[in-house]
């Protein structure tokens, strides 16, 4: 069974710049979620999606960040403008149920990016 | 607030025991996960635990106590391999992880 892929792996650019990120989850998974990870911290829930639809998106600052997940496969995150602050790696996680006690999420390499 | 407590940093010798301790409060609980994840790399799955008690698993072991919003992962026979941070997430009320920073492991020959 193939894994969750995201692309690029890295990517730097200046502030004001936009970038996006695509993730392609695990074949079947209903839900899959975009995390923020600051170096040192824990991963940060930006989005999470069931299916084609947003099930919380409370803590994506939508003023710059938005994200998509056309035809309840495949997603983009995407920032515009980028903010130094924004250097973090960005992760796409899956998983088979869209709720329930278990539910082990399946993460992807991560995108690192750089704001210059 | 929701807040998982856990130590920034251990260090534990090749060959020897560690515990990752958790402490954790909530708005719910739907279990307890650990994840390992190692330098530049994602979270990889190591644990679920949502009733009170001990789960074995080779190596590794992790314990839950709900009614003391507590949980700890042990990891025996230490390899080098084993150093890497390792993640504590609560599932809360709404099926939502919340996230500790991870305790950084390092592990000396």
């Known amino acids: 069974e193939a894994g969750v892929a995201q692309s690029p792996r890295y990517k730097i650019i200046e502030k004001r710049q936009s970038v996006a990120f695509w993730c392609n989850p695990i074949?079947?998974?209903?839900?899959l979620y975009w995390y923020q990870q600051i170096l040192g911290q824990g991963p940060k829930l930006l989005i999470q999606f069931q299916n084609n639809g947003v099930v919380d998106d409370s803590q994506l600052p939508k003023d710059r960040f938005s994200a998509e997940r056309l035809k309840g496969v495949d997603s983009t995150l995407k920032i515009q403008p980028a903010k130094l602050e924004d250097s973090a790696v960005y992760l796409c996680?899956?998983?088979?149920?869209?709720?329930?006690?278990?539910?082990?999420?399946?993460f992807g390499p991560g995108t690192r990016l750089t704001v210059l | 607030g929701q807040n998982i407590d856990q130590p920034t940093e251990m260090t534990a010798t090749e060959g020897a025991i560690v515990q990752i301790n958790c402490t954790y409060q909530?708005?719910?609980?739907?279990?307890l996960f650990w994840y390992q994840q190692h330098a530049g790399e994602a979270p990889t799955f190591l644990s679920y635990?949502?009733l009170d008690g001990l789960e074995e698993k080779g190596r590794f072991s992790s314990f839950l106590s709900r009614s003391k919003g507590y949980s700890y992962l042990l990891l025996k026979e230490l390899q080098m391999k084993d150093s890497a941070s390792y993640l504590c997430a609560v599932m809360d009320s709404n099926y939502q992880l919340i996230w500790g920073a991870g305790t950084k492991l390092i592990i000396k020959p």
């Open positions: 074949s079947g998974h209903a839900t």
């Open positions: 909530t708005s719910g609980f739907n279990g």
């Open positions: 996680a899956s998983s088979k149920l869209a709720g329930g006690v278990y539910n082990e999420q399946f």
């Open positions: 635990n949502v």
